[in-house]
């Protein structure tokens, strides 16, 4: 079956930066694309960024700041965040639309505050 795991979220300061992980299993993890998703308090779940992606891979509020990578050999998707702003608080989630059902994993929490 899917399993998504996402790890690495935590407490960091404004300007400050965290890399997200999301180990996958239960399907051919090369072949699919990755989405990175986020949620904050009270409001809607939003794209932040996706692999493969083209030319459209990051949400516009996201560009030049965050990263999104993958390691195929691992089945593991990242997503680097630098430059982190308060707003971007969040639970943050990796999501895989595999025969077309959305899978999801549990999130990560990340924090931005001092």
């Known amino acids: 079956q899917v399993q998504l795991v996402e790890s690495g979220g935590g407490l960091v300061q404004p300007g400050g930066s965290l890399r997200l992980s999301c180990a996958a299993s239960g399907f051919t993890f090369g072949v699919y694309v990755m989405r990175w998703y986020r949620q904050a308090p009270g409001k809607e779940r939003e794209l932040v960024a996706v692999t493969p992606g083209g030319t459209t891979n990051y949400a516009d509020s996201v560009k030049g700041r965050f990263t999104i990578s993958r390691d195929n050999a691992k089945n593991t998707v990242y997503l680097q965040m630098n430059s982190l702003k308060s707003e971007e608080t969040a639970v943050y989630y990796c999501?895989?639309?595999?025969?077309?059902?959305?899978?999801w994993g549990q999130g990560t929490q990340v924090t931005v505050s001092s």
């Open positions: 999501n895989i639309v595999y025969r077309g059902v959305p899978y």
